[in-house]
């Protein structure tokens, strides 16, 4: 199955900026980026097609966030910039290799495999 390894987690202060990877083994169809804050529900952050290369980003990182895809290297990627407070959580990749499931592309039922997680820390 697809194994998912995130890297590029840490602190910075509010209005910083941080790089997320997520080095993807085997064919995915579909990327996402979910965060968890401590006693929140997980949350989809953005989802990218692997093959279109089209996006989706929940409406509090829009216009902060970008994700993509580098297919040289086969991982995903999360820029994250003017970083605030409250987008301090456990960041998760997923990954999915099929194209139908009626479910929404910001919901982790839509995928079948993820990361371990990766902390960002954004101090006031």
């Known amino acids: 199955q697809v194994q998912l390894v995130e890297s590029g987690g840490g602190s910075v202060q509010a209005g910083g900026s941080l790089r997320l990877s997520c080095a993807a083994s085997?064919?995915?169809?579909?990327l996402g980026w979910f965060r968890q804050a401590p006693g929140k529900e997980r949350e989809g952050v953005a989802s990218?097609?692997?093959?279109?290369?089209?996006?989706v980003y929940a409406n509090s990182v829009k216009g902060r966030f970008t994700i993509s895809r580098d297919n040289a290297k086969n991982t995903v990627e999360l820029q994250m910039n003017s970083l605030k407070p409250d987008d301090t959580a456990v960041y998760y990749c997923?990954?999915?290799?099929?194209?139908?499931?009626?479910?929404?592309?910001?919901?982790?039922?839509?995928?079948?495999?993820w990361g371990q997680g990766t902390q960002v820390t954004v101090s006031s």
């Open positions: 997923a990954a999915d290799m099929r194209t139908y499931t009626g479910y929404d592309r910001l919901l982790s039922r839509r995928y079948n495999y």
């Open positions: 085997g064919y995915t169809y579909i």
């Open positions: 990218i097609y692997t093959g279109s290369g089209n996006t």
